[in-house]
T-cell receptor, first 110, second 116 residues
Framework: KNEVEQSPQNLTAQEGEFITINCSYS?????LHWLQQHPGGGIVSLFM???GKKKHGRLIATINIQEKHSSLHITASHPRDSAVYIC????????????FGEGTQLTVNP | NAGVMQNPRHLVRRRGQEARLRCSPM?????VYWYRQLPEEGLKFMVY????????ESGMPKERFSAEFPKEGPSILRIQQVVRGDSAAYFC??????????????FGQGTRLTVV
């Protein structure tokens, strides 16, 4: 079992839909990251959080430390949101080293 | 403030050749991490370096792979005698410090290595 599990693996939505991607982890963490990767592209950090909730534009990230669970929400989805979204954790004993989930491939159709 | 710079972006090597991947961290960052993304797989940790020191190389293959982060200049990930299975995207990330404060990691664009 991976230390970081994401669901779903693939997600197809229509433009405008509300999207949720889930991440569960099994280790104690100091922080959790949500990352975005476009095909053939680099990796962009969307959020780093260790508690509660963060919002940036149409993106919202939440984390429940007790349940070891985080969600990434996209409101009013748009085709340009199509990308792979990756959950990654910093284990308490590993500093900035990240352990990654397998990623969620999101496709938003117009 | 330039971000994490990796070069080259794309690298093609024949089997048996050497591949050198470079990573210049963000200004002020002294911690560098290398990650590998094999085709159709997730990212995996390879090595963590500070200036002139390898801190954690538990993710590095035991043979043919080495990494350094000299006092001056970029971090280098070196793969000797490349094989087709080394074809992957190699990402570098840098951070300001280790621990729970200011440890956000910033990623480079990656180097896509193709071994033919």
């Amino acid at each position: 079992k991976n230390e970081v599990e994401q669901s779903p693996q693939n997600l197809t939505a229509q433009e405008g839909e509300f999207i949720t991607i889930n991440c569960s982890y099994s280790v104690g963490i100091s922080a959790l990251h949500w990352l975005q990767q476009h095909p053939g592209g680099g990796i962009v950090s969307l959020f780093m959080l260790s508690s509660g909730k963060k919002k940036h534009g149409r993106l919202i990230a939440t984390i429940n430390i007790q349940e070891k669970h985080s969600s990434l929400h996209i409101t009013a989805s748009h085709p340009r949101d199509s990308a792979v979204y990756i959950c990654a954790v910093q284990a308490e004993t590993s500093g900035s080293r990240l352990t990654f989930g397998e990623g969620t491939q999101l496709t938003v159709n117009p | 403030n330039a971000g994490v710079m990796q070069n080259p972006r794309h690298l093609v090597r024949r089997r048996g050749q050497e591949a050198r991947l470079r990573c210049s961290p963000m200004k002020g960052h002294s911690h560098v991490y290398w990650y590998r993304q094999l085709p159709e797989e997730g990212l995996k940790f390879m090595v963590y370096l500070q200036k002139e020191n390898i801190i954690d190389e538990s993710g590095m293959p035991k043979e043919r792979f080495s990494a350094e982060f000299p006092k001056e200049g970029p971090s280098i990930l070196r793969i000797q005698q490349v094989v087709r299975g080394d074809s992957a995207a190699y990402f570098c990330a840098s951070s300001f410090s280790w621990g729970t404060v200011n440890t956000e990691a910033f990623f480079g664009q990656g180097t896509r290595l193709t071994v033919v």
